[in-house]
């Protein structure tokens, strides 16, 4: 199994970006994904998930800002972040869900300036 994101990067606040992660080695269409994340000193916490059939569910500081979206055709995730903001600054890793085991991807640096 493999996930291998992308897409971070240095951006200022207001502005946007968009992660991909793309799978490998898994049956992609038929199980979630999910982008979480980990600033400094703190907990990974949930960002998005997506379902198999593609619905998707929010953390609360995301919701209106951020779309995750998947196009299983090629085995990727996509995290399209807009007005962004310097507490979004962190690590973001893609997860995929396999029955009971979680896999990560190694994840991706966003930092938001202010």
């Known amino acids: 199994v493999q996930l291998q994101a992308s897409g971070g990067g240095l951006v200022q606040a207001g502005g946007s970006l968009r992660l991909s992660c793309a799978a490998s080695g898994v049956p992609f269409s038929t199980n979630a994904m999910g982008w979480y994340r980990q600033a400094p000193g703190k907990q990974r916490e949930l960002v998005a998930i997506?379902?198999?059939?593609?619905?998707?569910n929010y953390a609360d500081f995301v919701k209106g800002r951020f779309t995750i979206s998947r196009d299983n055709a090629k085995n990727t995730v996509y995290l399209q972040m807009y007005s962004l903001k310097p507490e979004d600054t962190a690590v973001y890793y893609c997860?995929?869900?396999?029955?009971?085991?979680?896999?990560w991807g190694q994840g991706t640096l966003v930092t938001v300036s202010s």
């Open positions: 997860m995929y869900n396999w029955g009971i085991r979680d896999y």
């Open positions: 997506i379902s198999s059939a593609g619905r998707a």
